[in-house]
């Protein structure tokens, strides 16, 4: 009985935590080269109109994909500007982001509010679909879904095995050092903003492809600030931020499931559920910090390379 | 890169602020009107229709003074903010808080005078709105809990706050299911001169400008902010209150995006409805870094991007272009200005090889 509830509802959880995966993933990618992009949000919901306009142009999906990669990655190409070329700072600079990406979603999709475009849908993995309680949650999705699984761990492995990887995390803990080493950091964050947005724009093709299929303006509704904090929460680790983005989708779905259910909560209160939940979890890795290992943060995260004199 | 290598200047050069932001007015108008060809719109009409919207006759003027009032209130608290290096993106939040705020006081004291009530609506909106914007500052202090992503979750649920009132416990009776309060009595409505649209609160801004401008430069208080601002390791060593600091910055940016939530619902709307929620806190943010963070700067910051919002409504108007225009234009600015702000600290010198 209790588990005929609980898989429906961990099966909505993985749906929902995967665009919030992607962008987690995206941003911490980003972060990890050292520059902090607090236009996750306006970068997400361009990937969402992007991969939304392309799949119904072309009737192809993963075509979709590949635009909202190449849109966020765009938006993002303007933080790397800014805050690479120009020296900007880079809290103000992603905010500019997000304002701007969420105009230019919100008024170049106007027109399809509405409209339905071509998706992904669920499909069974033969044999991993049969396995009892596990198959039904993980196993029953669509091919984004199954994508996500191999990201942190393709991550992991980038980050700890490949020598760009290490560069990368250089780049992000003590630039001098990586120049040093004969590498360019400038050139290695802009790697790190350009394929951290590429992600956070699957993340957005994710909400307008397989989450739903058609266009609604806002659709993001701050799931790229939620990343922004799941990064946080997972002390820069892409094992942890499968937890925090699971967690976050099954707050939602059970909040969507609630308000379905006629319950005498205000829908209001429901709604506060993610942003609420978020604060608890900065609290929650706040408290866990205190007790063990300094800050896990990119050491130079958020500070800009000065020309050298 | 193409044979220039970057020099820092030992001052900024004196052209610097009157070249920048023009030259990134222009390419952020530039880019909008390509963006407005885009979809079949006349792109140089387009500019022409905004720009007649925000200044083209008396009411538009009047109008955009109107939105230039919350926009200057939630700017000036966040630009104190960000002169301290408290990253607070909460004036939205907060905005909401303070109209709830005040509107409580009207909904439960109706038959007060005005010479009371509106005291007690900006004292309760004040204190929502400060006490809103506490919650982060506290975390920040207590937990080093990263104040950009509080401030911007409590924006969502303050807004959502704002929603539960007026679609439940506070929602009028007689509004036909509209989400919207009862009118708030008389005694509540903040004053106008005369017979135009113009209110109080207009001279309030002014007041509350001046008050952060001796603060800042004539206290002791004012002055340790600033340079707790500068150096947090200096103002450490010499032994300022920097955590007492932050509250108290983050207490008055709330109290004074409260006092814009305030006034909107009173002064312009006349009740607590969820359509006062158009991002004036968010402008803000913009408005603080194009006027770098100077409080006089503010004010002429605060107008121009006012008249921008309103120049906007005349496009969709006229022309049916979505609200959302306003925002890749004020996006765009902020961009091209911090991209810009390069040439104040920096020059190119041609490399020798």
């Not at chain 2, 955590?243 to 709307?269: I, K, Q, T």
Request: glycine fraction near 12%; proline fraction near 5%.
């Amino acid at each position: 009985m209790m588990t005929e509830m609980l898989i429906p509802l961990l099966t909505a959880a993985v749906q929902s935590g995967t665009p919030i995966l992607f962008a987690t993933l995206g941003e911490m990618f980003t972060e990890r080269a050292g520059v902090l992009n607090l236009g996750v949000e306006g970068m997400m919901i361009v990937g969402a109109l992007a991969a939304f306009l392309v799949s119904l142009a072309t009737g192809n999906p993963w075509l979709g994909v590949l635009a909202a990669g190449c849109a966020a990655a765009a938006l993002g190409a303007l933080h790397g500007l800014v805050c690479l070329s120009f020296l900007g700072n880079q809290v103000v600079s992603g905010l500019a982001l997000t304002i701007l990406g969420v105009g230019l979603a919100n008024y170049l999709g106007t027109p399809y509010i509405g409209k339905q475009a071509p998706g992904f849908y669920a499909f069974d993995l033969p044999f991993l679909s049969t396995l009892p309680f596990v198959g039904k949650i993980f196993f029953k999705h669509d091919a984004l879904v199954y994508l996500s699984y191999v990201m942190p761990l393709a991550f992991w492995f980038f980050w700890h095995r490949t020598r760009t990887g290490l560069a990368l995390t250089a780049a992000g803990e003590y630039p001098p050092a990586a120049s040093a080493a004969g590498l360019n950091p400038v050139r290695l964050r802009w790697l790190g903003i350009l394929g951290g947005g590429f992600l956070v724009g699957i993340g957005g093709a994710y909400l307008s492809l397989a989450y739903t299929h058609l266009w609604t303006n806002g659709m993001t509704a701050g799931r790229g600030w939620i990343a922004v904090a799941l990064v946080i929460f997972a002390f820069w680790r892409p094992g942890r931020a499968v937890f925090g983005a699971y967690l976050f989708g099954g707050v939602m779905a059970f909040q969507l499931r609630l308000q379905a259910s006629g319950t005498q909560v205000p829908s209001s209160f429901l709604l506060m559920l993610p942003y609420g939940l978020t604060i608890a979890a900065l609290l929650f890795s706040a408290l866990r910090g205190r007790g063990g290992s300094s800050s896990s943060a990119p050491a130079a995260l958020g500070v800009n390379i000065e020309p050298e004199q | 890169m193409f044979g220039l290598t970057v020099i820092t200047r030992q001052e900024p050069p004196k052209w610097g602020s009157c070249l920048i932001f023009p030259a990134a007015l222009a390419l952020s108008l530039g880019v909008s009107c390509l963006l407005l060809a885009a979809q079949g719109k006349p792109a140089l009409g387009g500019l022409i229709i905004l720009f007649q919207g925000a200044f083209g006759a008396s009411y538009a003027v009047v109008d955009t003074l109107l939105k230039t009032v919350p926009i200057f209130l939630c700017s000036l608290g966040v630009a104190v903010a960000f002169r301290m290096q408290v990253w607070n993106i909460g004036a939205e939040g907060q905005f909401a808080l303070g109209a709830v705020g005040s509107t409580w006081a009207a909904l439960t004291f109706p038959g007060l005078p005005a010479w009371l009530l509106l005291p007690l609506m900006f004292t309760s909106s004040a204190v929502l709105g400060g006490l809103w914007a506490m919650i982060p500052a506290w975390l920040k202090l207590k937990l080093s809990i990263n104040e950009i992503v509080t401030t911007l979750m409590l924006n969502y649920i303050g807004i959502l706050i704002l929603d539960y009132l007026v679609y439940g416990p506070w929602k009028d009776p007689s509004s036909y299911g509209f989400p919207m309060t009862k009118e708030f009595p008389a005694a509540a409505i903040i004053p106008t001169f005369a017979d135009s649209r113009l209110h109080w609160g207009m001279v309030l801004c002014v007041v509350c400008a001046l008050l952060l401008w001796v603060f800042l430069t004539r206290t002791r208080l004012g002055y340790e902010l600033k340079a707790s601002g500068e150096s947090l390791r200096a103002a450490r060593y010499a032994r300022m209150p920097h955590g007492f600091l932050v509250l108290l910055v983050m207490g008055l940016c709330g109290a004074l995006a409260g006092w814009a939530g305030l006034m909107e619902a009173s002064a312009v709307v006349g009740r607590l409805q969820p359509s006062l929620i158009v991002g004036y806190g968010y402008t803000a943010i913009v408005v603080a870094w194009l006027a770098q963070l100077n409080p006089g700067k503010i004010a002429l910051a605060s107008f121009f991007l006012a008249a921008l919002r309103v120049g906007v409504e005349n496009l969709q108007l006229e022309l049916g272009v979505p609200a959302a225009f306003g925002g890749i234009i004020e996006g765009l600015i902020l961009l091209s200005v911090l991209a810009g702000q390069f040439f104040n600290h920096y020059r190119f010198k041609r490399s020798a090889s």
